[in-house]
C-alpha cells in the first residue's frame, strides 16, 4: 500500500453498543480493513444487550481486533496518520473501552487523536460508497436509539429537523420482536415475517406528530401492539404472527417515509440518504425509493454491512475531521448520552 503525505490513513474503533469493530480507512472511502466481532449471540439468550457484559466482552476482544484489522491491511500502527474511536452517545462502559484503548494507541504511536460522535459515524457510511453526492442532502438515521431527520449543508454541518420523543424506531421494532418471541436483535426477524403477511390485518396508530413537524414517536404504536397481543393471550385466541409484524412494520414505514419525503420537499433538496442499523431494513428502502422517485428525488444508502454498527462508518466520519483539523486530545472522555445537538455546537466552536 503506497500512501503520499496528504493521504489519511485512519485506525477507526467502535464499542458503543455490541460489536467490537475496528477499520483502517483511507482517505475516507478506501477500506483496508474492516473488522466486527459481533456479540449478539451472547446477549441473545438475555432478549437484549447486557451493558456489563458488553463492556467485559469488548476489554477481551479490542486488542485482538486491533491487531486483525492492521494485519488485513498489511499496516502497522507507525503507518496510521490518526486513530479515530467513538466517544458517545452509547453505554457507558462499552463505549470506554474503545476510547482508553485509541487514547493509549494515540499516545504510544505519537498519533493524533479523533473523537467521533455516532450519530455522525452512521451518516458518513453513506460517504463510504459514493463520495460525489451534492449538499444539500436529507439523511434519516434510524437505529436501535435513534430516530433523526437532518439537513447536511455540508460536510460537518448539520442540522437536525426532527427527532424521536420517546423510542426509537429499531428500539420499537426490538421490542416488538420480543412480545413476539423472536430472538434479539428484532427488526431483520420482524422484517422477514413482515414478508409473509398482511400489512393491512391489524389497524395500528401513526403518530403524526402535527402536519409539519419532523419529530417522532413511536411508543403509542408499541403500546397498541402490545396491548392487541395481550388482549389475544387473555382471550385465548392466537394471533397471526406474520401480520402483526408486517402490520406493525407498515405504520413504522408509513411515518418514516412520508416525514423523509416532506422534509426533503420542505427543505428544497433533491437527495436522500438512509443511515443506521434500521436501514439495512429492504422494504424501507423499496418504499423511500417510491414515494421519493414520485417527488423527483434520489434515495442513497449504504451496503447492510455498513448500516449496522462498524467501524468503517467512523474511519470515514475521522477522515472529514481530519480534513478540518478537528481533533481531540487525551482528556477524551466517553460521553453516554452525548447529544445531537453537542454535534452541532462542536462545530461552532471549532
Ligand atoms: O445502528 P445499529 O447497529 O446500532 C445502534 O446504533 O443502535 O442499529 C441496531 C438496530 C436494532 O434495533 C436492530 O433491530 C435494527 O437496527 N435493525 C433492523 C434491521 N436490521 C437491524 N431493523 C429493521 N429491519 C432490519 N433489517
Ligand atoms: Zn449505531
Known sequence: MTTDENDTVILAMESSCDETAVAVIKN??????????????????????????????????????????????EMELKDMTHIAVTYGPGLVGALLVGVATAKALAFAADKPLIGVHHIEGHICANFLVKQDLKFPLIC???????????????HGQYLLLGQSKDDA??????????????????????????????????????????????????????????????????????????????????????VLVQKTVHAAVANKVDTILLAGGVAANGTLREQLQRAAEKAGISVYYPPVQFCTD???????????????????DLSLNAVPNLSFEKLLLERHEN
Open 28 to 73: 475516507g472511502h478506501e477500506i483496508l480493513s474492516n473488522v466486527v466481532s459481533t456479540q449478539i449471540a451472547i446477549h441473545r439468550r438475555y432478549g437484549g444487550v447486557v451493558p456489563e457484559i458488553a463492556s467485559r466482552k469488548h476489554l477481551e476482544l479490542i486488542n485482538i481486533v486491533v491487531e486483525e484489522a492492521l494485519e488485513q491491511a
Open 169 to 254: 424506531a429499531g428500539e420499537a421494532y426490538d421490542k416488538i420482536a420480543r412480545a413476539l418471541g423472536l430472538p434479539y436483535p428484532g427488526g431483520p426477524q420482524i422484517e422477514k415475517l413482515a414478508k409473509e403477511g398482511d400489512p393491512s390485518a391489524v389497524e395500528l396508530p401513526r403518530a403524526w406528530m402535527g402536519e409539519d413537524s419532523f419529530d417522532f414517536s413511536f411508543s403509542g404504536l408499541k403500546s397498541a401492539v402490545l396491548n392487541y397481543l395481550n388482549k389475544a393471550a387473555m382471550k385465548g385466541e392466537t394471533v397471526c404472527a406474520v401480520d402483526v409484524a408486517a402490520s406493525f412494520q407498515q405504520a413504522v414505514l408509513d
Open 140 to 154: 434519516l438515521v434510524v437505529s436501535g436509539g435513534h430516530t433523526n431527520l437532518i439537513k447536511i449543508t455540508g
Open 310 to 328: 462498524n467501524a468503517a462508518m467512523i474511519g470515514a466520519a475521522a477522515h472529514y475531521k481530519a480534513v478540518q483539523g478537528d481533533y481531540a
